[in-house]
């Protein structure tokens, strides 16, 4: 049997799977197909689902939660899949309820809080060793008040009365 035809010289009713053959012997499919992430290799059908990926969970800490386990979340939208499966959490008052968001982030330990209140009396009470004048804007502590006067000017050109 000969095995290396001309392409030109196929059957024509083999032609397309050949190439189809050939296609693969060249090139092993990858799993997942499609767009990968260069920073974690996970891979993604769609590129919206790789830039979503990178904009919103590549390399970050989930900031939801659920209200009723422990259950932590990136996105939204997956927390709000979850109460919706888990918790048959329907209504969208509820949902809004239950759904745990933390906005701020300690600068120096990195623990995730609810809002500027508890971040800011997390900054003053046990962040490291405990500063009592803490910056509202971005939460940078002071040992004494002069240096927090001082810091509000420069970096924010904010007078503290
Ligand atoms: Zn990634
Ligand atoms: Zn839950
Ligand atoms: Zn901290
Ligand atoms: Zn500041």
Do not use: T
């Amino acid at each position: 049997m000969q095995w290396f035809i001309e392409p030109s010289k196929w059957p024509s009713h083999l032609v397309l799977p050949m190439m189809i053959l050939k296609e693969n012997l060249k090139e092993p499919p990858k799993a997942g197909v499609g767009y990968s992430c260069s920073d974690c290799g996970k891979a993604y059908k769609v590129k919206s689902s790789l830039s979503n990926h990178r904009k919103w969970e590549c390399g970050k800490e989930p900031r939801f939660k659920c209200l009723y386990c422990a259950y932590k979340a990136k996105q939204k939208v997956h927390l709000v899949r979850h109460l919706r499966k888990l918790h048959r959490v329907l209504d969208s008052e509820e949902l809004n309820h239950a759904v745990v968001h933390f906005k701020e982030k300690c600068p120096q330990c990195h623990k995730l809080y609810k809002n500027r209140k508890s971040l800011i009396s997390h900054r003053s009470r046990d962040c490291g060793r405990p500063k009592h004048n803490i910056c509202e804007v971005c939460f940078e502590a002071f040992k004494r008040k002069e240096h927090l006067r001082g810091h509000m000017i420069r970096r924010h050109g904010l007078l503290l009365h």
